[in-house]
Nanobody
Framework: QVQLVESGGGLVQAGGSLRLSCTASGRTLNTYTVGWFRQAPGKEREFVTYINWNGGSSEYAESVKGRFTVSRDNAKNSVYLQMNSLKPEDTAVYYC?????????????????WGQGTQVTVSS
């Protein structure tokens, strides 16, 4: 079992930045692909980004390209999401998720483990 805990969410003004963390316990995260998803009120959970086990591969949703950066530190069993130039439409609960085997990392169904989420609110 892998337990994931997100942190770093909060309230920020438009144009500001936040850095989310996803820290694992129970097992080492260094063989897992980790994805970030978000869910705004009344909307489905959507893909934001993923990073593969060694950080050598990642993809981003079009809506966050050029503004968000995913990274990982396997020594700290953590994955990070740096969010810059935040917009009100980025307001959502952000979740990290992990899986060892898969390929369609933009799909929620590809992930085995999920965190509880952290709220990000961007004011205009």
């Amino acid at each position: 079992q892998v337990q994931l805990v997100e942190s770093g969410g909060g309230l920020v003004q438009a144009g500001g930045s936040l850095r989310l963390s996803c820290t694992a316990s129970g097992r080492t995260l260094n063989t897992y692909t980790v994805g970030w998803f978000r869910q705004a009120p009344g909307k489905e959970r959507e893909f934001v980004t993923y990073i593969n086990w060694n950080g050598g591969s990642s993809e981003y949703a079009e809506s966050v390209k050029g503004r968000f950066t995913v990274s990982r530190d396997n020594a700290k069993n953590s994955v990070y999401l740096q969010m810059n130039s935040l917009k009100p439409e980025d307001t959502a609960v952000y979740y990290c998720a992990a899986a060892r085997i898969g390929s369609r990392w933009w799909m929620r169904q590809s992930y085995e483990y999920w965190g509880q989420g952290t709220q990000v609110t961007v004011s205009s």
